[in-house]
């Protein structure tokens, strides 16, 4: 079974940093490219980050460019996402996600002062 | 960036009757290797996104086959027949054809 957790959210002020992982199971990891996305509070998703199963491409979207990097270790079957200076538009929940067809549950960061 | 107009907003329906969703896209989603990269998600109250359909018709394994996903080039749709109660939710649209990805703006299903 599929099975994708993320961790690492919570409450920040703005400017500050977060690092978020997500830990994958029930398929080889090291062979699907990966995603992460968001959802600000009662709002749509928005698709912020893509890297290649082998991490040889890195895609972001423009509102997170420059501040955020994705990253993974495929020996540990792990996705990150770091964040830097963070701000209060940043507020969301944040899913990984496998290809676009498995999800995570989710982690919040909420960024205010 | 590839702008994902999703139509109606929302949409009021009894059980056993069968509904549509549009999505109409700022481009062609046909990609390089021929493929349409379009896909349907359900994000169900208080739950992450699950995906139904990709490459505009192609049913996720375990989604029963009353929905069903049409459509080419810019107009997608989004049919589910025979409405269950387990279907009430968000319904987005989601292209993968283009960096950046985009969704549609949401369709809330709600059961009369």
């Known amino acids: 079974e599929v099975q994708l957790v993320e961790s690492g959210g919570g409450l920040v002020q703005p400017g500050s940093s977060l690092k978020l992982s997500c830990v994958a199971s029930?398929?080889?990891?090291?062979?699907?490219?990966m995603h992460w996305i968001r959802q600000a509070p009662k709002k749509g998703l928005e698709w912020i980050a893509l890297i290649y199963y082998d991490s040889s491409n890195k895609y972001y979207a423009d509102s997170v460019k420059g501040r955020f990097t994705i990253s993974r270790d495929n020996s540990k079957n792990t996705l990150y996402l770091e964040m830097n200076s963070l701000r209060s538009e940043d507020t969301a929940m944040y899913y990984c996600?496998?290809?676009?067809?498995?999800w995570g549950q989710g982690v919040m960061v909420t960024v205010s002062s | 960036d590839v702008v994902m107009t999703q139509t109606p907003p929302s949409l009021s329906v009894a059980i056993g009757q069968s509904v549509s969703i549009s999505c109409k896209s700022s481009q062609s989603l046909v990609a390089s290797d021929k493929n349409t990269y379009l896909n349907w998600l359900l994000q169900s109250p208080g739950r992450s996104p699950k995906r139904l359909i990709y490459q505009v018709s192609k049913l996720d394994s375990g989604v029963p086959d009353r929905f069903s996903g049409s459509g080419s080039e810019k107009d997608f749709t989004l049919k589910i027949s025979r409405v269950e109660a387990e279907d009430l939710g968000v319904y987005y649209c989601?292209?993968?054809?283009?960096?950046?990805?985009?969704f549609g703006s949401g369709t809330k299903l709600e059961i009369k």
């Open positions: 029930g398929f080889t990891f090291s062979s699907y490219n």
């Open positions: 989601l292209q993968g054809t283009h960096l950046p990805f985009t």
């Open positions: 996600a496998k290809s676009g067809d498995y």
